[in-house]
């Protein structure tokens, strides 16, 4: 991703709580903050993702390999702390290099309050500039939040693929992928954020 494709950064926007947070790609200087972030998600949560985030090796490997090229993480951020986070994952070459994959997880104290939509947003946008045709999302079945949160924003199941991962104690899980057009996406994503937005009562699955 060149310099010029990730100009306007920090973001400012607003969630259901009426209050705003920052939106902003991750750099060098975050390593000990987004180390926090993912040590202070419940452990539910943390099961279905790919890395055992706990180990600070494994920030460490981010923020060394950080290429906006390939993955692109986007951090929100409130009151210096980092309350979610999303990357835009990249095939540079190949038949998949119009497919780009995408990841988000929230706090679950900032769960509900549109901030996982916002997060998707930006994403989409940054997908719709980059040139990509098609999102996907890999997903363990049972996280059914995380589901739920990509069906809310267009997306549709395309395979399940049985018993395909382990998860982080070992166990055997169905791997969800789910997949959306980029445009028909971005075209939704305006309407979507006024709708969270305007919906600041109710509980919103989609973070």
Same mark, same amino acid.
């Given at each position: 991703?060149?310099?010029? &494709?990730?100009?306007?950064?920090?973001?400012?926007?607003?969630?259901?709580?009426?209050?705003?947070?920052?939106?902003?790609?991750?750099?060098?200087?975050?390593?000990? #903050?987004?180390?926090?972030?993912?040590?202070?998600?419940?452990?539910?949560?943390?099961?279905?993702?790919? @890395?055992?985030?706990? @180990?600070?090796?494994?920030?460490?490997?981010?923020?060394?390999?950080?290429?906006? +090229?390939?993955?692109?993480?986007?951090?929100?951020?409130?009151?210096?702390?980092?309350?979610?986070?999303?990357?835009?994952? =990249?095939?540079?070459?190949?038949?998949?290099? @119009?497919?780009?994959?995408?990841?988000?997880?929230?706090?679950?104290?900032? &769960?509900?309050?549109?901030? #996982?939509?916002?997060?998707?947003?930006?994403?989409?946008?940054?997908?719709? &500039?980059?040139?990509? +045709?098609?999102?996907?999302?890999?997903?363990?079945?049972?996280?059914?939040?995380?589901?739920?949160?990509?069906?809310?924003?267009?997306?549709?199941? +395309?395979?399940?693929?049985?018993?395909?991962?382990?998860?982080?104690?070992? &166990? @055997?899980?169905?791997?969800?992928?789910?997949?959306?057009?980029?445009?028909? =996406?971005?075209?939704?994503? +305006?309407?979507?954020?006024?709708?969270?937005?305007?919906?600041?009562?109710?509980?919103?699955?989609?973070?």
């Amino acid at each position: 991703m060149s310099i010029v &494709q990730l100009r306007g950064y920090p973001k400012t926007v607003r969630i259901k709580d009426g209050s705003e947070i920052t939106l902003r790609p991750m750099t060098a200087g975050d390593r000990d #903050g987004v180390l926090a972030f993912f040590r202070a998600l419940p452990e539910d949560d943390r099961m279905f993702l790919k @890395h055992d985030v706990t @180990h600070p090796e494994v920030v460490d490997r981010w923020v060394a390999g950080l290429d906006y +090229e390939q993955v692109v993480p986007i951090l929100a951020i409130r009151d210096d702390r980092v309350i979610a986070d999303g990357t835009l994952h =990249l095939n540079l070459h190949g038949w998949t290099r @119009h497919i780009g994959d995408i990841r988000i997880v929230v706090a679950r104290d900032h &769960q509900g309050l549109g901030v #996982g939509t916002q997060m998707a947003r930006e994403l989409v946008g940054l997908a719709q &500039q980059r040139g990509l +045709e098609k999102l996907q999302a890999e997903v363990v079945e049972d996280a059914m939040g995380a589901i739920v949160m990509f069906q809310k924003l267009g997306f549709r199941i +395309e395979v399940v693929r049985r018993q395909h991962v382990l998860d982080l104690k070992g &166990q @055997h899980r169905n791997l969800v992928i789910l997949v959306n057009n980029v445009e028909e =996406l971005w075209g939704k994503m +305006e309407d979507l954020i006024q709708d969270t937005l305007a919906g600041g009562h109710r509980r919103d699955v989609a973070g």
